[in-house]
Each structure stands twice: as structure tokens, then as C-alpha cells.
């Protein structure tokens, strides 16, 4: 997706009393929560958000820092800034299994088992063969919604 495509699409922010930065900030966050940004994305330069808004480089860099900070984006040297892929999250405090959560946001788990073939024991990972050692969540879109 074209980055010049994408600022196109950005609204610019209401005046208000929250400080520019931050206004970029919930334009370009409301753009990734109603997937108009899709996950791997190209965000905006800092050049071009701040043409845009109309702010130096310097406050369009402190709003593009703000989303990786937020875990809404990530950036790639030398390539930019990209939206990142939704993250499960999970509250502890309630009573349902990991994967059933997971299932209702809409993330499918699967198991990912390491094993060092021709070792019993992966003394690297201080673990026995077959042990699981990570969860990989692979997110899926439903087409019907």
C-alpha cells in the first residue's frame, strides 16, 4: 500500500485542547482500530504527516514514536513505520482459559513445539524434546462481518 495513499485517507484532527501531536496520535490510532490502516501497512513519514498537518518534523516524529509506543505500530530501518498486528491480550483476573479468550478475539492459537533432531535433551532451551515451548498466535479475519 502506497504511504501517500494512506495520509489521503487521514482526516485531519478537530481543533482541540489536547496538543497537536496528540491529535495526529488519535487520527492515525482511529484510522489502525477501524482497519482502514491494515496490519503491516505502511504508516505516513514523518515528512509527510507533518505536510499534512501542517506541524514540524519534529512533532509528526513525536506522534509516529507515540504509536510504537503504544505497540500500534513498529518500524523497519531504513523501510518506515508499519501498523502492527492486533496483540492478544489477556486479564488474569477472569475465569476463562487462554484459548477460549483467544477464540473470541478472534485469534487462532497454534502449538509450536522446538526440537533439536538427533539430541534427547536441547540443552540450549533446558528442555526435553516435544516440550512446548511458545504459543504463535496467527490472527484471521472474518469476511462475513
Not at 504511504?3 to 489536547?18: C, G, H, I, M, N
Not at 483476573?93 to 484459548?99: A, L, Q, V
Not at 533439536?116 to 524434546?129: H, I, V
Request: proline residues 7%; hydrophobic residues 40%.
Amino acid at each position: 500500500m502506497n504511504p501517500a495513499k494512506v495520509t489521503a485517507q487521514l482526516p485531519r484532527p478537530q481543533t482541540s485542547e489536547a496538543p497537536m501531536f496528540r491529535q495526529i496520535v488519535d487520527a492515525l490510532r482511529q484510522q489502525i482500530v477501524d482497519r482502514a490502516l491494515p496490519e503491516h501497512a505502511p504508516l505516513p513519514s514523518k515528512r509527510v504527516v507533518a505536510e499534512q498537518f501542517n506541524v514540524s518534523r519534529m512533532t509528526s516524529r513525536r506522534a509516529l514514536e507515540v504509536l510504537e509506543l503504544e505497540g500500534l505500530a513498529y518500524s523497519e530501518q531504513r523501510r518506515g513505520r508499519f501498523v502492527s498486528p492486533p496483540r492478544l491480550t489477556y486479564d488474569i483476573s477472569r475465569m476463562i482459559s487462554f484459548s477460549a479468550d483467544a477464540l473470541a478475539t478472534g485469534i487462532e492459537l497454534e502449538q509450536v513445539i522446538r526440537d533439536d533432531a538427533g539430541k534427547p535433551f536441547c540443552t540450549g532451551f533446558q528442555m526435553w524434546r516435544g516440550e512446548l515451548t511458545e504459543f504463535s498466535a496467527r490472527a484471521f479475519v472474518n469476511q462475513n462481518a
